[in-house]
């Protein structure tokens, strides 16, 4: 009789598991895609939010420019001028006969300007700001005149054998923050080094008188300077005061930066004029306009995310990343309340009146000419239309702050979906050990089911093998 002798095969356990695990983790599948969708979600509000607050800042601009207002001069070399929110518009004519200037002094020439200076015996030198008066100057050298100090107090130094060379009394005065700043200068000649003292702050008022004391004649022989006496210092230029007419009015300034001339308006001098210059102080319309176009520009650049995400389509690849959310609804809606709201208090109501309008696509256009138009005939109407408290500015600035705050529809909205992908991440984590325990058993018991099969091979084998031998 003949046996035949069947095994058999092996499973693959690893691809087995693999195919069951897969049809196993489905859940966790659909919950990572709802979460990657979610997460998509609150990166869309991120981008929004980013937006929202361009837009903010953009709206808080143009407020801020409504109030900008431009000083423009006639002649930009003899001096310039900036203006602030309460100068009053107008022109405005300036006649400069001096500048302010520092007083400088020079002492005299050295040889060397790191050789020691005097025996070093400890020397205080004293500086006090004043004003120089009367008397006569010759050389740059007063004889007749007064100083009176202007009461700001008087700082020392001290010039001993650690710092008596040209180059150690310069820092020392430099470090002393006493009013006047020290140089070298070399003049070519046989002693070429030479200290030069200047005052750090203009005007007539601030002239110095430098007296020492100490056992060092010679540190006085260099420094001393008695504006009312001895004075081993040469003035090669005065201290003095700008003097200024504005429409008429006789300005005196210690400064060449006069702040008090005109109402609102900085003044910098940068030269005398040899005839009248005139100031014009008017509206910045380009600072207005550059303002209104950044405006639109942020809007234009929201709504067109806003609309992109909202958007419907046939599937998942066409549609927005929000279409359908509730929460963007409510911006659009908030947003084209506003828009649609009159400012009051004005002839001024809408937008479209100064030049900026919608367009068929829902973006905005700013027509400038008209803008500036509106600004030059009713200025205080345009201000009104964009500052009130009904003011489009303020209200969309605002909005904007509410959507962006905490509590806000942008927060609410992303705490929200943070929180279900928080849950759904937790979901699929236990899901996760549920699969590892799952995969593990299915490891488990397809290896012993292969072990199984081939212990019956065996026998089989065997069997067949004796019945065949019994033959």
């Given at each position: 009789?003949a046996?035949?002798?069947?095994?058999?095969?092996?499973?693959?356990v690893?691809?087995?598991?693999?195919q069951?695990?897969?049809?196993?983790?489905?859940?966790?599948?659909?919950?990572?895609?709802r979460v990657?969708s979610?997460?998509?979600?609150?990166?869309?509000?991120?981008t929004?939010?980013?937006?929202?607050?361009?837009?903010?800042?953009?709206a808080k601009?143009?407020?801020?420019?409504?109030?900008?207002?431009?000083?423009?001069p006639?002649?930009?070399?003899?001096?310039?001028?900036?203006?602030?929110?309460?100068a009053?518009p107008g022109t405005?004519?300036?006649?400069?006969?001096?500048?302010?200037?520092?007083?400088?002094?020079?002492?005299?020439?050295?040889?060397?300007?790191?050789a020691?200076?005097?025996?070093?015996t400890a020397?205080?030198?004293?500086?006090?700001?004043g004003?120089?008066?009367?008397?006569?100057l010759?050389?740059?050298?007063?004889?007749?005149?007064?100083?009176?100090?202007?009461?700001?107090?008087t700082k020392?130094?001290?010039?001993d054998?650690?710092n008596?060379t040209?180059e150690g009394?310069?820092?020392?005065?430099n470090?002393?923050?006493?009013?006047?700043?020290?140089?070298?200068v070399?003049?070519?000649?046989?002693?070429?080094?030479?200290?030069?003292?200047?005052?750090t702050?203009?005007g007539?008022s601030?002239?110095?008188k430098?007296?020492?004391?100490?056992g060092?004649?010679?540190?006085?022989?260099?420094?001393?300077?008695?504006p009312?006496?001895?004075?081993?210092?040469?003035?090669?230029?005065?201290?003095q005061?700008?003097?200024?007419t504005?429409?008429?009015?006789a300005?005196?300034?210690?400064?060449?930066?006069v702040?008090e001339?005109?109402?609102?308006v900085?003044?910098?001098?940068k030269?005398t004029?040899?005839?009248?210059?005139?100031?014009?102080v008017?509206?910045?319309?380009t600072a207005?306009?550059?303002a209104?176009?950044?405006f639109?520009?942020?809007?234009?650049?929201?709504a067109?995310?806003?609309?992109?995400?909202?958007?419907?389509g046939?599937?998942a690849?066409?549609?927005g990343?929000?279409a359908?959310?509730g929460?963007?609804?409510t911006?659009?809606?908030?947003?084209?309340s506003?828009?649609?709201?009159?400012?009051?208090?004005?002839?001024?109501?809408?937008?479209?009146?100064?030049g900026?309008?919608?367009?068929?696509?829902?973006s905005?256009l700013?027509?400038?000419?008209?803008?500036?138009?509106?600004?030059?005939?009713?200025?205080?109407?345009?201000?009104n239309?964009?500052?009130?408290?009904?003011?489009?500015?303020?209200?969309?600035?605002?909005?904007?702050?509410?959507?962006?705050?905490?509590?806000g529809?942008?927060?609410?909205r992303?705490?929200s979906?943070?929180?279900?992908?928080?849950?759904?991440?937790?979901?699929?984590d236990?899901?996760?050990?549920?699969?590892?325990?799952?995969?593990?058993?299915?490891?488990?018991e397809?290896?012993?089911?292969?072990?199984?099969?081939?212990?019956m091979?065996?026998?089989?084998?065997?069997?067949?093998?004796?019945l065949?031998s019994s033959?």
């Amino acid at each position: 009789m003949a046996i035949t002798s069947s095994s058999t095969t092996a499973l693959d356990v690893p691809a087995l598991v693999s195919q069951l695990m897969a049809v196993e983790r489905r859940p966790i599948d659909t919950l990572n895609a709802r979460v990657s969708s979610y997460e998509t979600k609150i990166s869309s509000y991120g981008t929004l939010s980013s937006l929202v607050s361009s837009f903010q800042t953009a709206a808080k601009t143009l407020n801020t420019n409504l109030q900008k207002v431009a000083a423009t001069p006639s002649d930009a070399s003899l001096l310039s001028a900036s203006a602030g929110s309460t100068a009053v518009p107008g022109t405005y004519t300036v006649n400069v006969s001096k500048l302010a200037q520092s007083q400088n002094l020079v002492a005299a020439g050295q040889a060397s300007s790191t050789a020691a200076i005097g025996n070093g015996t400890a020397t205080t030198v004293t500086f006090d700001l004043g004003t120089i008066s009367g008397g006569t100057l010759t050389n740059g050298i007063y004889s007749g005149a007064t100083f009176t100090s202007n009461g700001s107090g008087t700082k020392s130094i001290t010039i001993d054998g650690t710092n008596n060379t040209l180059e150690g009394i310069r820092d020392a005065i430099n470090s002393a923050a006493a009013g006047v700043t020290a140089t070298i200068v070399n003049d070519g000649s046989g002693t070429p080094y030479r200290l030069a003292l200047t005052s750090t702050s203009s005007g007539a008022s601030n002239s110095f008188k430098i007296t020492t004391s100490g056992g060092d004649g010679t540190i006085d022989s260099l420094l001393g300077y008695d504006p009312e006496g001895t004075q081993n210092l040469t003035q090669t230029l005065a201290a003095q005061n700008a003097d200024l007419t504005v429409n008429g009015i006789a300005i005196t300034s210690a400064s060449n930066t006069v702040s008090e001339a005109i109402q609102g308006v900085t003044l910098t001098l940068k030269n005398t004029t040899a005839a009248p210059s005139s100031l014009t102080v008017a509206r910045d319309s380009t600072a207005i306009n550059t303002a209104a176009s950044g405006f639109v520009e942020a809007y234009n650049s929201l709504a067109s995310q806003i609309k992109s995400r909202s958007a419907y389509g046939s599937d998942a690849k066409t549609a927005g990343t929000l279409a359908g959310d509730g929460t963007l609804r409510t911006m659009q809606d908030q947003l084209r309340s506003i828009f649609n709201t009159p400012a009051s208090g004005g002839t001024l109501t809408s937008l479209a009146q100064v030049g900026i309008s919608f367009q068929k696509d829902g973006s905005l256009l700013l027509d400038s000419s008209k803008l500036d138009s509106a600004i030059s005939t009713d200025f205080s109407d345009v201000t009104n239309l964009f500052s009130s408290s009904t003011g489009f500015a303020t209200r969309l600035e605002d909005w904007a702050t509410s959507t962006l705050g905490a509590g806000g529809l942008i927060d609410t909205r992303t705490q929200s979906l943070k929180e279900f992908v928080k849950n759904r991440n937790d979901e699929i984590d236990k899901l996760e050990n549920q699969m590892s325990a799952l995969e593990k058993k299915y490891i488990r018991e397809y290896t012993n089911l292969n072990i199984m099969l081939s212990s019956m091979n065996s026998t089989s084998t065997f069997l067949s093998q004796q019945l065949g031998s019994s033959t």
